[in-house]
C-alpha cells in the first residue's frame, strides 16, 4: 500500500497508494520536477491517505488550496467490500455527481481509502521568505492585504504568532528566533516563483509599502535554502514547544480575520473571570494564538497544570459556542474525530448535520467504520 502507481510527468498527474509518506512522495515528485501540494509539519509521518481523508490543509494552502481542489480520483474500499473506482486522473470531468469528494475529509467513516491521483504543482524555480516583526494584530491584517496586493501569483505562505509563541520555541526547543530583537508579533511570508530577480523585485516592493505605511518594526528576508529551512523549522515546532511547557489544551478553528484577535481577548478574559488565569498559581500559564492568515485558520494553545479537569469544564463549550457565534467553524484542518463532532451543532444547522448524517447511513448503514466518530457523534 505504499506504492506509486504512475506519474504523468506532461501532466503532473501521480497516482500512489494510500501508505505513502508525504514527504518520501514529495521526494519523488521532485525528481519529476514537482511538488507534492500538500505540506504539513507532520510530512515525515503521516501518509497521504490519511492526508485525504482528514482533507488536511497545512503551511501553503493559501496558494494551491485544499485537497478538494487537488484530489483528481481515489480509490476506496467501501463497508461492503466492494472497490469504489474512481481513480480518475482527468483534471475536467462532469460527467455525473463528483463522488469522490464526499470521502475527502470523511475520516474514514464512508470508505478506506487506497488510492489517490493527485495533481501536482511544478517545483519553483525561486523562493524566498521574509520574517516581519509588527506590534500589532491590526498591523498584520494589513501587511496581508498588501501581501496579496504587491507579491500576486507568488505568494505562498502567510504564517502568524504571537510574542509568546516565539519565546517558548526559544525557551524549549532551544531554537535561534527568526528575529533578532523582540515583537509583539510575527509573520513568516514565503514566495514561490520561476525567476528570482522577478520575485526580488516585487518582495522588494512590498517591503517599502511596509515600511511607508509603518506597519513593520523589524524585517528580515532570505534566499538561502538553509536558512530558510531553520526559519520553517522554528514555525514548525510551535506546538511541540508549548506542549513541552505544561498540559496543552489544543484548539483549531476557521474564524473571520475580524475576530481572531478577539477570539484570544475572549478566552483570557473568559479563563480570568472563572479564576483559572492571570494571577500567580492559578492552572492556566498561558493562552497563545498562532496560525495560517491566508486561510483564516487559527490554532488556539490553553496550557495548564494538568489536562482536562476544571480547564476543559470552563473552554468546552462555550469556545465553540462562541467560535460559531462569530461565523467560524469548529474544526479548521484537524478534523472532528472522536470528541469534536459532538459540537458541530455550533458551527452547521441541523438540516446540513442531518443530511450528513443521512449520508453516513446509505454508506455504511451497519456503522462499522470508524464507528461513533465524526459526523455520528453530532
Given at each position: 500500500?505504499?506504492?506509486?502507481?504512475?506519474?504523468?510527468?506532461?501532466?503532473?498527474?501521480?497516482?500512489?497508494?494510500?501508505?505513502?509518506?508525504?514527504?518520501?512522495?514529495?521526494?519523488?515528485?521532485?525528481?519529476?520536477?514537482?511538488?507534492?501540494?500538500?505540506?504539513?509539519?507532520?510530512?515525515?509521518?503521516?501518509?497521504?491517505?490519511?492526508?485525504?481523508?482528514?482533507?488536511?490543509?497545512?503551511?501553503?494552502?493559501?496558494?494551491?488550496?485544499?485537497?478538494?481542489?487537488?484530489?483528481?480520483?481515489?480509490?476506496?474500499?467501501l463497508p461492503d467490500g466492494r472497490i469504489l473506482d474512481s481513480l480518475f486522473t482527468l483534471k475536467k470531468d462532469a460527467s455525473g455527481y463528483d463522488i469522490k469528494q464526499l470521502f475527502i475529509g470523511a475520516e474514514g467513516t464512508l470508505g478506506v481509502v487506497t488510492a489517490v491521483a493527485i495533481s501536482l504543482a511544478p517545483m519553483p524555480g525561486a523562493s524566498q521568505l521574509a520574517v516581519l516583526g509588527l506590534q500589532d494584530f491590526s498591523k498584520i491584517q494589513r501587511a496581508y492585504v498588501l501581501a496579496r496586493q504587491s507579491l500576486g501569483?507568488?505568494?505562498?505562505?502567510?504564517?502568524?504568532?504571537?510574542?509568546?509563541?516565539?519565546?517558548?520555541?526559544?525557551?524549549?526547543?532551544?531554537?535561534?528566533?527568526?528575529?533578532?530583537?523582540?515583537?509583539?508579533?510575527?509573520?513568516?511570508?514565503?514566495?514561490?516563483?520561476?525567476?528570482?530577480?522577478?520575485?526580488?523585485?516585487?518582495?522588494?516592493?512590498?517591503?517599502?509599502?511596509?515600511?511607508?505605511?509603518?506597519?513593520?518594526?523589524?524585517?528580515?528576508?532570505?534566499?538561502?535554502?538553509?536558512?530558510?529551512?531553520?526559519?520553517?523549522?522554528?514555525?514548525?515546532?510551535?506546538?511541540?514547544?508549548?506542549?513541552?511547557?505544561?498540559?496543552?489544551?489544543?484548539?483549531?478553528?476557521?474564524?473571520?480575520?475580524?475576530?481572531?484577535?478577539?477570539?484570544?481577548?475572549?478566552?483570557?478574559?473568559?479563563?480570568?473571570?472563572?479564576?483559572?488565569?492571570?494571577?500567580?498559581?492559578?492552572?492556566?500559564?498561558?493562552?497563545?494564538?498562532?496560525?495560517?492568515?491566508?486561510?483564516?485558520?487559527?490554532?488556539?494553545?490553553?496550557?495548564?497544570?494538568?489536562?482536562?479537569?476544571?480547564?476543559?469544564?470552563?473552554?468546552?463549550?462555550?469556545?465553540?459556542?462562541?467560535?460559531?457565534?462569530?461565523?467560524?467553524?469548529?474544526?479548521?484542518?484537524?478534523?472532528?474525530?472522536?470528541?469534536?463532532?459532538?459540537?458541530?451543532?455550533?458551527?452547521?444547522?441541523?438540516?446540513?448535520?442531518?443530511?450528513?448524517?443521512?449520508?453516513?447511513?446509505?454508506?455504511?448503514?451497519?456503522?462499522?467504520?470508524?464507528?461513533?466518530?465524526?459526523?455520528?457523534?453530532?
Amino acid at each position: 500500500m505504499n506504492k506509486v502507481r504512475d506519474l504523468d510527468a506532461i501532466t503532473g498527474v501521480l497516482v500512489a497508494e494510500s501508505g505513502c509518506v508525504l514527504e518520501d512522495l514529495d521526494n519523488y515528485a521532485q525528481t519529476q520536477g514537482y511538488t507534492v501540494p500538500v505540506d504539513l509539519g507532520a510530512r515525515k509521518r503521516c501518509m497521504i491517505g490519511g492526508n485525504v481523508s482528514t482533507n488536511a490543509g497545512g503551511l501553503r494552502y493559501l496558494r494551491y488550496g485544499s485537497m478538494h481542489g487537488s484530489v483528481l480520483g481515489l480509490e476506496v474500499v467501501l463497508p461492503d467490500g466492494r472497490i469504489l473506482d474512481s481513480l480518475f486522473t482527468l483534471k475536467k470531468d462532469a460527467s455525473g455527481y463528483d463522488i469522490k469528494q464526499l470521502f475527502i475529509g470523511a475520516e474514514g467513516t464512508l470508505g478506506v481509502v487506497t488510492a489517490v491521483a493527485i495533481s501536482l504543482a511544478p517545483m519553483p524555480g525561486a523562493s524566498q521568505l521574509a520574517v516581519l516583526g509588527l506590534q500589532d494584530f491590526s498591523k498584520i491584517q494589513r501587511a496581508y492585504v498588501l501581501a496579496r496586493q504587491s507579491l500576486g501569483e507568488i505568494i505562498s505562505a502567510f504564517e502568524f504568532w504571537e510574542r509568546r509563541c516565539n519565546e517558548l520555541v526559544v525557551q524549549y526547543e532551544g531554537y535561534d528566533s527568526p528575529l533578532g530583537s523582540s515583537h509583539e508579533f510575527y509573520v513568516l511570508i514565503e514566495t514561490r516563483g520561476a525567476c528570482l530577480q522577478h520575485d526580488m523585485e516585487k518582495m522588494d516592493w512590498f517591503l517599502e509599502r511596509l515600511q511607508k505605511e509603518g506597519l513593520v518594526e523589524n524585517s528580515g528576508v532570505t534566499r538561502d535554502k538553509d536558512d530558510m529551512d531553520r526559519t520553517w523549522l522554528f514555525r514548525s515546532q510551535m506546538a511541540h514547544a508549548h506542549s513541552k511547557s505544561g498540559h496543552m489544551h489544543v484548539y483549531d478553528f476557521s474564524l473571520p480575520s475580524k475576530y481572531q484577535y478577539e477570539l484570544l481577548l475572549a478566552v483570557k478574559s473568559h479563563l480570568e473571570t472563572a479564576g483559572l488565569y492571570g494571577t500567580p498559581g492559578v492552572p492556566v500559564s498561558d493562552v497563545t494564538i498562532f496560525g495560517h492568515i491566508g486561510d483564516d485558520n487559527i490554532h488556539l494553545q490553553v496550557v495548564a497544570k494538568e489536562f482536562g479537569g476544571v480547564v476543559e469544564e470552563a473552554m468546552e463549550p462555550w469556545v465553540y459556542e462562541w467560535v460559531g457565534s462569530h461565523g467560524g467553524s469548529v474544526a479548521a484542518e484537524h478534523g472532528l474525530g472522536a470528541h469534536k463532532g459532538q459540537f458541530l451543532k455550533y458551527s452547521k444547522s441541523p438540516v446540513l448535520i442531518e443530511a450528513m448524517k443521512s449520508i453516513k447511513r446509505l454508506f455504511d448503514p451497519n456503522d462499522i467504520m470508524n464507528p461513533g466518530k465524526h459526523v455520528s457523534r453530532a
